[in-house]
Structure formats: structure tokens, C-alpha cells
């Protein structure tokens, strides 16, 4: 399981994968682009890097012949596709509880949001079941799309009808053509440029019960949803290493001593915690120091001044590890990506 602080699950991948072909677009090349094997996809163990995804969410927006993508996704969904917690919430007893597992699990799909589901049974008897971004950087517009009809289609597979939401919020720029199949697809008013995602219904939906109920299966799925958290959240500790030291490496700081006095654990907690996650603190940092060097070499920086900013002592100190890591000098790198980048260009 791929450790990273936001992530989708990996079978999402495969949606987008079916789709493409689906429209007559190879989506190799666009997997290719944003640096993911589709083979690994098929496993709900692979996470789906937010970096990634979104190389992959742009490439899609770019390149696809339908310009609402996002609910052609719709077309490939099945409950399964979200592992445990489709199988768990696809067997509970009614829409209510679907939806209660939905939102306490939802971090199985991805970690780039925060789900809730909100009722006013004394105002408008309406509930709003919402989606608020937690990933500080945007993704394309095409997910929010694709979120909101995945939902409504999984919703539909669940009450083994036409569910039709009241309203649907997006929280995207209103397209510049095509919004009659937003209308068409979803069968209610459709309001762009939202502050957030939101399926609108009737809270008497909630009481609906489901014909898929299988509480004996529900039970056994949401123990398994559970495991896969529990590991998903070992898998991320080790992101999270990462981060405070993005944050140390430039004072001169890169002790475990000093990560785990941040993280508030022991450095025994650390080392076993990192253990747990298939990992150790050196390569950790060889690694936040390599994605750094990296990116700081792509725009320019001096090499005296990568090597102070991701904490060695010098720069023949840096040029030694870099070289190590890559097989390549600092310069021989930056002039080697730079070449790529112009034939690109030509």
C-alpha cells in the first residue's frame, strides 16, 4: 500500500481506464504521462498518489473526445469498485445506513476529501450528502463530475431504482457548452461554480430499505473495511515523516530524534511504526531528499543552495548522495531533463 497523505484507491484507475477506451482514446499514454501502470490498479492495496492523479485528471481533460467525462465514469461504477466498504454498504439494511458507512469509511475511495451527510427534518425535510476538498491543491474539474456521478450511480445500484437527487451542487466553473447532459444525467437542477459537491435528496429516502441486505455479509465486509483502514493508516505514517521533515531539511534539522519529538511519539514509536509500513527512517529521508533535490534542480536553483536547503553540510556532500540515489550528478541531471524537455518541444 503506497504511503502518501492523499491517495485514491487504486480500481478508480481502472475506471478511468474503461472510460477512455469506451470513448475510442488509448489511455496508455495518459497513464504513461502521469506515471501509472494500470496492472498494479487492480489491486484496492494500490493507492493512487494525489500528485499523480491529478497529471492524470488534466491528461484526461485535454485529451478525451467527451467533454463531460466525469459522468461517463458513471458507466464502468459498480459497488465493488470501493473494495470492502462497496460490498459493506451495498448489504446494509437500508439507504441510511449505506450512506452512514459511506461517510464513516470514505477514506478507503480517497483522502482528498472530507464526506458528510447533513439532515434539516424540521425545515426542509431535505438531507445534503457533501464533499469538501481536504487536499490543499485543485484538481480539475472533471472530478468533481466524476464524483458526484459515481455517487448518484452507486446510490441507483443500492435502491435498485432511479435514484434522483432534488439538487446537485458541483463545485466547478460552469462548462462553456454541453450542460444539458448534467440535467439529463443526474434528473434534477444542476448549480455550478458551488462551494462544495453535494447530492441534495428527500430524507425519507433514508428509511428505504435495501433489497441487496445482507447483514451477516454487511458485518464481514465492514470488519474488513476497518483492517484496510487500520493499514492505510500505518501506510501513511511514513508520509507524514515526510512532511515534517520537508519542513526541517531546510534548518539544518534531520535527526529521528527531532521528527519523532514532532510527531509527538517515542523514537521507538517511530522505528517501529516505519517498520510496520515496510519502511525504514534512512530511506525515508533518502527519498524526501531525493524528491526534493529533484524538484529543486528542475527549477533552477543552485546546486549550493539545493544542498544547504535539503540539509547537507555541503555541496560535494549532496553531490555524493545525489549521485548515489540516481546515477547521475546534480548538473548531469538537470542538463539531461532539460535536453528531454526541449526534443519534447521540437
Request: aromatic share 10%; net charge negative; charged share 20%.
Amino acid at each position: 500500500m503506497i504511503a502518501q497523505k492523499f491517495s485514491t484507491i487504486g480500481p478508480v484507475g481502472v475506471v478511468i481506464w474503461q472510460a477512455l477506451e469506451d470513448l475510442g482514446v488509448a489511455p496508455e499514454p495518459l497513464f504513461q504521462e502521469a506515471g501509472i501502470e494500470l496492472g498494479p490498479l487492480l489491486d484496492p492495496n494500490t493507492r493512487i498518489a494525489d500528485g499523480a492523479f491529478r497529471k492524470l485528471l488534466v491528461a484526461v481533460e485535454q485529451q478525451t473526445v467527451d467533454r463531460v467525462f466525469g459522468l461517463h465514469l458513471a458507466k464502468f461504477i459498480h459497488p465493488t469498485t470501493f473494495y470492502s466498504l462497496g460490498v459493506a454498504a451495498y448489504c446494509s439494511a437500508t439507504l441510511g445506513d449505506y450512506l452512514e458507512k459511506m461517510v464513516r469509511y470514505y477514506s478507503v475511495v480517497t483522502t482528498n476529501d472530507v464526506i458528510s451527510l447533513q439532515c434539516d427534518s424540521e425545515s426542509t425535510g431535505e438531507c445534503s450528502l457533501s464533499w469538501v476538498t481536504s487536499n490543499p491543491e485543485p484538481f480539475p474539474s472533471v472530478r468533481e463530475d466524476g464524483i458526484a456521478a459515481i455517487f448518484v450511480t452507486i446510490l441507483r445500484f443500492a435502491t435498485q431504482s432511479a435514484f434522483v437527487p432534488l439538487k446537485v451542487t458541483l463545485a466547478r466553473p460552469r462548462p462553456k457548452e454541453n450542460t444539458q447532459h448534467y440535467g439529463k444525467f443526474f434528473g434534477c437542477e444542476v448549480v455550478f461554480d458551488a462551494p462544495c459537491t453535494s447530492l441534495i435528496f428527500d430524507q425519507s429516502l433514508l428509511a428505504m430499505p435495501l433489497v441487496s441486505a445482507d447483514p451477516e455479509l454487511a458485518s464481514s465486509y465492514e470488519k474488513l473495511t476497518e483492517q484496510y483502514i487500520a493499514k492505510l493508516e500505518k501506510a501513511d505514517f511514513p508520509a507524514r515523516v515526510r512532511n515534517e521533515l520537508i519542513r526541517l531539511l531546510p534548518t539544518g534539522v534531520s535527526s529521528k530524534d527531532a521528527v519523532a519529538n514532532v510527531l509527538c511519539v517515542s523514537t521507538r514509536t517511530l522505528y517501529n511504526r516505519l517498520e510496520e509500513a515496510g519502511t525504514t527512517y534512512r530511506e525515508v529521508l533518502d527519498e524526501t531528499r531525493r524528491l526534493l533535490a529533484e524538484d529543486y534542480l528542475l527549477k533552477g536553483l543552485p546546486v549550493n543552495e539545493i544542498a544547504y536547503l535539503t540539509g547537507f553540510s555541503d555541496t560535494a556532500n549532496f553531490s555524493r548522495a545525489f549521485k548515489k540515489w540516481t546515477g547521475q550528478s546534480p548538473v548531469s541531471f538537470r542538463e539531461g531533463t532539460h535536453t528531454e524537455d526541449c526534443q519534447a518541444d521540437q
